[in-house]
């Protein structure tokens, strides 16, 4: 059976979507390639707005189940980004949940299940996303979207 899933990274101010049909095995159908930028000024303004953005796309678009990036330990340690950033992703998190079903998916734990490779050696191999994806265009940038799909699909 074919469900609609939305795969979302959140990166500083930006918030990329990568919206799929995806079916239980197979090529997923990518629908929709995004980024979402947070508007400038007041952040507390640009979060309400960002919130009201992703419920209605995952509403209007029928979305069944949302897989969102999990925030990653910082090598560098935590800088401000950083923080907001996380803030960013929470915001997004309970507007989806305010939708879909959401789920969290670690890049690490992706590198640890998926395969015989790491997430980012999945990341550069274009041949690999001519396979398992078809529909619109997925943008080298969005590629981490459409992985957190996938991953989520095989663990399903």
């Known amino acids: 059976m074919t469900a609609r899933w939305l795969g979302v990274v959140v990166s500083g101010d930006l918030v990329t979507a990568v919206d799929a049909e995806v079916p239980d095995t197979g090529p997923i159908t990518i629908q929709s390639d995004q980024s979402w930028p947070l508007q ?27 897989v969102v990036k999990e925030s990653a330990v910082s090598l ?8 907001e950033s996380a803030e960013l992703r929470g915001v997004v998190l309970c507007a989806l ?9 670690s890049k690490a734990i992706i ?7 790491k997430v980012d050696e999945y990341l550069s191999d274009s041949a690999f996303w001519k396979k398992e994806c078809a529909g619109v265009n997925l943008r080298v940038g969005s590629r981490e979207a459409a992985m957190i799909i996938l991953a989520a699909r095989k663990k399903k």
């Open 111 to 117: 590198s640890k299940t998926f395969g015989e490779r």
């Open 76 to 83: 560098g340690g935590t800088k401000k980004a950083h923080l």
């Open 97 to 105: 949940r305010r939708a879909t079903e959401v789920k969290l998916q």
């Open 40 to 66: 400038s000024g007041d952040r507390a303004d640009a979060y309400v707005v960002m919130a009201q953005q992703v419920t209605d796309y995952a509403t209007e678009n029928g979305i069944d189940r949302a």
